[in-house]
């Protein structure tokens, strides 16, 4: 594969930067210039990286929209993000929805460098251990160019992939750097032997099916939903967990779109593609530091591989109560005994007629530390997710319509299939379900000639969502 010319985009980087050395010296003059300010200024990365390396504590604690615990803990942010762009040559970087990208050789991303991995497939090759060798995915077709507000591309040159830049502005708007990893608040809604969560309420409702047994990975559709979460701290998802491990064991990899408009410079605007994972249980046992966190925020982490899919970045087009609709495939899917590339990797497929199956990228075997899910995991799970924070209003689910109203107005999962410890696909059952106050589910899950297994959910969230 060859490069495309970046040659307009490096003539534009150098005018940038002329550009910003100006802004810089009059900044200097009336204050401190935070990481980036899509609304009046383009930061191109080299200057991003300048201004990060000489921020102060006294820059970012006191301001209004600051919520980092103290200067130890802004100076661990801080030092995360150098190390994160620590050697990277970024080809060029664009503007999307409120967040900055930058295209990033495939090699230098963080986990490659953190892992020494150095010789990269876009994919994985075929597993000599699956009943189901299935032929390689055709290439995606490279959508036509476009140009954000700054006249950069905004698609990714071949052997490089996109990144959301990581800012301070971003995360100081959280209190440690492990809850930035977390966005303040992800976990599965059970604990790892299977029982309900103790007591005391962390703010997350739940719709979702799930069936207990060895597995490889799985795959759904997704109807794909922007739905209107409100202010405050909420979020509202659709995603697959595949789970093993129990207690502070727990490992879990995870995948699907969420809609959290109080970090647009996390999640985007509107609803966005997120991965995660974990090695040990979200850290909630306090006495050691989270391991895992939501797209490319960590090193090691995820290991993208495609020039196109943006982690984090919008969907092309979202569904229509009673009109239009819009979905996407995802899997998850485990790969061991490989000469490389062993892990879970995961390929999505958008919608429109003929589309194909596109590998994104994977999390390498090795972040699992030994764990559960280096193998095998043991639990299955798809449906929906909300958060409020505040423990009042919570947001709609899905489409924010309830599972009755069906086809073009409630969300679901469609063909859902899991793989046994073969890789073969199985028909799950989904026989443990779970719905909180102000959503429903369409239990249970039922087969259809073309949807598979399949279920509705969701709700229009409120107040009254006491479990």
């Not at 497939?121 to 189901?132: I, L, M, Q, R, T």
């Not at 099916?209 to 202010?231: F, H, I």
């Not at 028909?427 to 279920?455: E, I, M, Q, S």
Request: aromatic residues 12%; glycine residues 10%.
């Amino acid at each position: 594969m060859q490069i495309r010319d970046a040659t307009l985009s490096t003539v534009r980087e150098i005018k940038q930067l002329i550009i910003f050395a100006m802004i810089w010296m009059l900044a200097a003059l009336a204050g401190p210039l935070h990481a980036q300010s899509v609304s009046t200024q383009f930061v191109p990365f080299q200057n991003f990286v300048i201004s990060t390396a000489a921020a102060s504590s006294a820059d970012y604690v006191s301001r209004p929209d600051s919520r980092v615990l103290d200067a130890a803990a802004f100076e661990q942010m801080r030092q995360h993000i150098l190390s994160m762009y620590q050697g990277i040559q970024v080809v060029h970087s664009f503007v999307e929805d409120s967040q900055y990208f930058d295209c990033v050789p495939v090699a230098q991303q963080p986990t490659a460098r953190f892992l020494g991995i150095t010789d990269i497939d876009s994919k994985p090759p075929v597993d000599p251990g699956s009943s189901d060798q299935e032929p390689a995915a055709a290439s995606e077709s490279r959508p036509p160019d476009a140009f954000d507000n700054f006249g950069n591309s905004v698609h990714c040159e071949t052997n490089t992939i996109p990144m959301a830049r990581i800012t301070l502005d971003e995360v100081t708007r959280f209190r440690t750097l492990n809850d930035f990893f977390r966005a303040d608040g992800i976990g599965e809604d059970v604990e790892g032997d299977g029982s309900l969560p103790p007591a005391a309420d962390n703010g997350h409702r739940y719709a979702r099916e799930r069936q207990t047994v060895d597995n490889r990975g799985g795959q759904s559709a997704l109807s794909l939903w922007d739905p209107p979460v409100g202010d405050g701290d909420k979020f509202s998802l659709s995603q697959h967990w595949y789970a093993g491990g129990e207690g502070d064991d727990t490992q879990t990899v995870e995948g699907g779109w969420i809609k959290y408009p109080k970090f647009p410079d996390y999640f985007g605007e509107h609803s966005s593609l997120f991965v995660f994972w974990t090695a040990n249980n979200y850290g909630h046992n306090g006495t050691v530091p989270m391991v895992g966190c939501y797209n490319l925020k960590c090193m090691p982490g995820f290991m993208q591989t495609n020039d196109t899919w943006k982690l984090g970045g919008k969907f092309d087009e979202y569904s229509v109560k009673g009109g239009k609709q819009h979905w996407f495939y995802m899997e998850w899917r485990l790969y061991t005994g490989l000469t490389k590339e062993n892990g879970w990797w995961l390929r999505v497929k958008k919608d429109t007629s003929g589309a194909e199956w596109t590998w994104i990228g994977y999390y390498p075997i090795e972040v699992f530390n030994g764990g559960k899910l280096a193998t095998v995991a043991q639990r299955i799970t798809y449906g929906g997710e909300t958060l409020s924070k505040e423990l009042k209003d919570w947001p709609v689910m899905g489409s924010g319509e309830l599972p009755e109203k069906g086809w073009k107005w409630a969300a679901y999962h469609s063909n859902i299939l899991y793989r046994d410890t073969d890789g073969k696909l199985q028909t799950p059952t989904l026989p443990d379900t779970r719905v909180d106050n102000c959503y429903k589910l369409g239990t249970p899950a039922v087969d259809n000639a073309v949807w598979g297994k399949y279920f509705f959910f969701g709700g229009p969230g409120g107040a009254n969502c006491a479990r």
